[in-house]
């Protein structure tokens, strides 16, 4: 499992995909190696994202022509899904640098509280 893959896709900002093909991406992402490719079934990809499998067929249409996977399928052979990683890259949040830290002033002690009798 990439986790590189799952962590880009879970920060995935905008809305270039539909709840559904996300959904798909984020499965075969989860499913992928560290170079992208990985290949489920289309059954499993519905089990794992809870998605009846014409749903799921539909989505990898979608996300083929929207050029986010590619897949390939020897005869007799498995489906072999590649998850094009620079698309997912572009949708990231930039990094923000953040502020220096600034000194403050030190703490000044109080006074003991005295208590009444």
């Given amino acids: 499992m990439s986790y590189s893959l799952v962590q880009a896709c879970m920060d995935m900002r ?3 995909l539909s709840s559904t093909e996300w959904r798909v991406l984020l499965v075969l992402c989860r499913y992928a190696g560290e ?3 990985c290949f489920p079934t289309r059954q499993t990809i ?4 809870r998605l009846n499998v ?3 067929i539909d989505a990898l249409h979608a996300l083929k022509e929207k050029e986010w ?10 489906r072999i899904f ?3 990683t620079d698309k997912l890259m572009d949708y990231q949040v930039p990094v923000q640098e953040s502020a220096p830290v600034q000194e403050s002033a030190p703490v000044q002690e109080s006074a003991p ?3 009444s009798a």
């Fill in 14 to 16: 905008g809305d270039p």
């Fill in 35 to 37: 170079d992208g490719t």
């Fill in 46 to 49: 519905a089990t794992a994202g």
């Fill in 54 to 56: 014409r749903s799921v």
């Fill in 69 to 78: 996977v590619s897949w390939t399928q020897p005869a007799g052979k498995k």
């Fill in 82 to 84: 590649s998850i094009l």
């Fill in 113 to 115: 509280v005295q208590e």
